[in-house]
Each structure stands twice: as structure tokens, then as C-alpha cells.
């Protein structure tokens, strides 16, 4: 993908995830795109906290599109995945995973709120330890301010998600 196509995608996840807040869920988003780049073969904002817009995003790419393509596609996220979803895109076998902003900067917007209790393991360090050579993009600068501007207030108010 072209820095523009990175750009582009990543807002589009951002919208994503806006939308599952306006729905009462944290704010999360993602986009699977197609090996052209530019389309957006599927959406999906987080469910809860179990449910997360990128595991559920991958599990649905692998019961509809075969292995082989999907490994040319990636995935799109407005945060650093969590180890359960790298690993639920490393076994649905998705090629490329970008996001927008890091684990980190979730971990200072969330804090300790009980509905999200971040880990701190770097996606890359999960890919690392499988068979499969992931690539890894993210986080990308230009949006990451963009990114966790949609958290800022989410996570202090009362019953948040």
C-alpha cells in the first residue's frame, strides 16, 4: 500500500470505530483491504471486550475469502492489535497489518479502566514468534494524533462500553 492508500484506509477505520462508539462500544475500528490497496473488502467495529473489531474482522475474512488471498491483503486498525487479535490475523492468515496509533498511547487515553485492561506486548513480538513472516506497518505519525483523538473522553466518563 502507498502512504496515501495507509492514510486513506486508516480513516476510514477511524469512521469505523466512531460509528461503534455511537453504538455504545469502545472505540475501536478496522478494515480489511483488498491487494489492490484501495478497496475495502469488509469493516467492523469493536463488539466488546472480547469481541474486538480485528479478531472478529479476521475471523469473519477466513470463513469468506481462501488463505492464499488473504495473505495478500491487510489489515487495517486505528490501535496496535491486541495479542488475541495478531494472532487471530496471523491464523486467519492475513499478510499485512497496519495501525494507527501504539499500544502505548491507548495504554496513557485508558489507564487502568477495568473495560480495558491493555497488554504490553508489541504486535511484532507476536508475529515474531510464529512460522509466518506478518508485515508489520504502524504506527503511522501522520494519523496517530487522529487516532486517539476519537478515545480522548471515552475512557474517564462514567460506563464507558
Known amino acids: 500500500m502507498t502512504p496515501e492508500q495507509i492514510t486513506k484506509a486508516l480513516r476510514r477505520a477511524d469512521t469505523v470505530a466512531r460509528r461503534a462508539m455511537a453504538m455504545g462500544r469502545h472505540p475501536f475500528g478496522a478494515v480489511l483491504v483488498a491487494p ?15 469481541q474486538h473489531a480485528e479478531a472478529t474482522l479476521a475471523r469473519t475474512a477466513a470463513l469468506n475469502w ?49 473495560e480495558n485492561p491493555t497488554l504490553s ?17 504502524g504506527p503511522v505519525a501522520e494519523v496517530a494524533d487522529e487516532m486517539t483523538a476519537t478515545h480522548r473522553g471515552f475512557w474517564a466518563r462514567d460506563g464507558a462500553g
Open 121 to 137: 506486548l508489541p504486535c511484532r513480538e507476536v508475529f515474531a514468534r510464529g512460522q509466518k513472516r506478518i508485515e508489520v506497518i
Open 66 to 114: 481462501p488463505a492464499d488471498y488473504l495473505w495478500q491483503c491487510t489489515l487495517v486498525t486505528t490501535f496496535e492489535p491486541c495479542a488475541m487479535c495478531a494472532g487471530t490475523a496471523y491464523w486467519a492468515n492475513i499478510g499485512r497489518v497496519v495501525y494507527g496509533a501504539e499500544e502505548s498511547a491507548l495504554l496513557a487515553l485508558t489507564g487502568d479502566h477495568p
Open 36 to 50: 489492490d490497496g484501495e478497496t475495502v473488502l469488509a469493516e467492523q467495529g469493536n463488539i466488546d471486550t472480547v
